[in-house]
């Protein structure tokens, strides 16, 4: 009776392991937020930040989840950041008052704690988005979503694509508007290690 | 109409110009002509979409203190009459303000580098409004003062890639534009007194320290706007009243120019 118990207890141990909250840290190399706007109207625009950090949680028993991403607004990067004949490039106004307001606000945070799933997968993730000292809800649908052992170094590792919008007007960032669009599209490819 | 008011340029210049305009005549009979650098500073930011308190960022603190100043001003206007003693008082009051409308960045530099830029601050803000308030009893120095640090400080902070704080330079110097032209129409009897040269040196200073602080205008183009209530007192023509405008708005604006000329050399990758 005694083995009899052992052995189902040893039989559910995998399954206890899988349901356990996995935490997981951002891997800043690989995790990269993006925004896109509308120009006159005319073409989308891109930027990305080239520096941020986080760690997320899944707990695919509970169907829970939160994420954490801080996202360093200086290293806002459009590509344009040759003055040419200009006194300023493109990516040195963003950095300036009239956008990120990086002297002031060198910060951007999501914080989520609601993620809804669709089986074993997230599929969304609604938080508060803190951007120039204004927090507002954002919520970020999960497109691609893959768990697997790094296939070099065999970590185990979740990551995939996140696109959601925003109002920037919402955070006080008014500047240009409506010749550079309110709406500002948000796309994060990340990827982020078991702890 | 509201498309016209969305326009920049409309925002900056022809704006707060009419509403100067109207102000400064309308508080003629009062002696508060003054007011109308506030006024016109006022219109722009409601037109920009800024006239907000949360969250009180730094550029909302410069509204803030720019109210704070303009009411301050004629409070001294129509109490007292401003002495040498009272631009040094109030230098020293806003030269304190500047700390606190810029402490959330100060706090983020290490101790030794907030410590040298917020005595740069101080030091910056309390001279030019002090220098500037010490004009008061002279309309035509005092209005092309006000003109040459408005523009200067919008004009270099476009250059420093701020153009929200390059709107409202414009503006206070458009605003101030308004009140000289009526100067040059109507001659000595448009006083000037604290109400402007409060409101203009307070408010040139702390948009000049911000496009330093929150974008890119190098300290050198604060200095040389710092000269603007120095060279305004060169000597003027025995001419009439507008001749003796264009003249010292020609003296204030080589020092606006020159910050300017810096703001944009530094740009260029230009340094000392």
Not at chain 1, 124 to 139: D, I
């Amino acid at each position: 009776m005694k083995r009899l118990t052992l052995g189902a207890l040893a039989l559910t141990l995998p399954l206890a392991a899988f349901a356990a909250p996995e935490n997981y840290t951002l891997d800043p190399y690989h995790t990269y937020p993006h925004f896109a706007v509308e120009h006159f109207g005319v073409s989308m625009f891109w930027g990305r930040f080239d520096r941020s950090s986080g760690k997320f949680m899944i707990d695919r028993a509970a169907k829970k989840g939160s994420l954490e991403l801080t996202v360093n607004t200086a290293s806002v990067s459009t590509g344009e950041n040759d003055k040419g004949s200009r006194p300023r490039s493109l990516d040195e106004h963003l950095r300036g008052a009239d956008f990120f307001n990086v002297a002031e606000f060198p910060r951007m945070t999501f914080k989520a704690d609601d993620v809804k799933f669709n089986g074993d997968s997230a599929a969304e993730v609604t938080g508060q988005l803190t951007l120039l000292g204004v927090s507002r809800p954002l919520t970020l649908k999960v497109e691609r979503w893959v768990c697997k052992d790094n296939p070099f170094n065999k970590k185990p590792m979740c990551g995939g694509n996140a696109s959601g919008s925003l109002k920037r007007s919402d955070f006080g960032m008014k500047y240009a508007l409506p010749a550079v669009s309110d709406e500002v599209r948000l796309y994060v490819g990340f990827e982020g290690y078991r702890d | 109409m509201n498309e016209l008011l969305q326009n920049p340029i409309v925002q900056s210049s022809a704006l707060p110009f009419v509403v100067g305009l109207v102000a400064a005549a309308l508080l003629l009979p009062l002696r508060l002509s003054g007011l109308a650098a506030a006024a016109g500073f006022a219109a722009a930011v409601m037109a920009i979409g800024n006239f907000a308190l949360e969250p009180l960022t730094a550029t909302r603190k410069i509204v803030v203190l720019g109210g704070a100043a303009a009411l301050l001003g004629a409070l001294a206007d129509l109490a007292f009459r401003p002495t040498r003693f009272t631009g040094m008082v109030l230098g020293a009051l806003f030269g304190g303000a500047s700390l606190w409308a810029f402490v959330s960045i100060l706090s983020q530099k290490s101790p030794l580098e907030a410590a040298l830029l917020g005595a740069g601050l101080v030091a910056f803000t309390a001279w030019l409004v002090a220098a500037t308030v010490s004009l008061h009893y002279d309309p035509v120095r005092a209005g092309a003062a006000a003109l040459a640090l408005g523009l200067g400080a919008g004009i270099a902070s476009v250059l420093g890639a701020s153009a929200l704080l390059g709107q409202y330079g414009m503006a206070l110097g458009a605003a101030s534009g308004a009140f000289l032209l009526l100067v040059m129409v109507l001659g000595a009897r448009v006083a000037a007194g604290t109400s402007l040269t409060l409101t203009a040196s307070a408010l040139a200073a702390l948009i000049a320290a911000g496009a330093m602080l929150l974008a890119q205008v190098h300290p050198t183009a604060l200095a040389a706007l710092a000269l603007v209530p120095v060279l305004v007192r060169l000597p003027l023509p025995r001419a009439a009243g507008w001749m003796q405008a264009v003249v010292a708005s020609v003296y204030a604006l080589v020092a606006a120019g020159g910050a300017c000329a810096l703001a944009w050399l530094a740009g260029r990758g230009w340094t000392i």
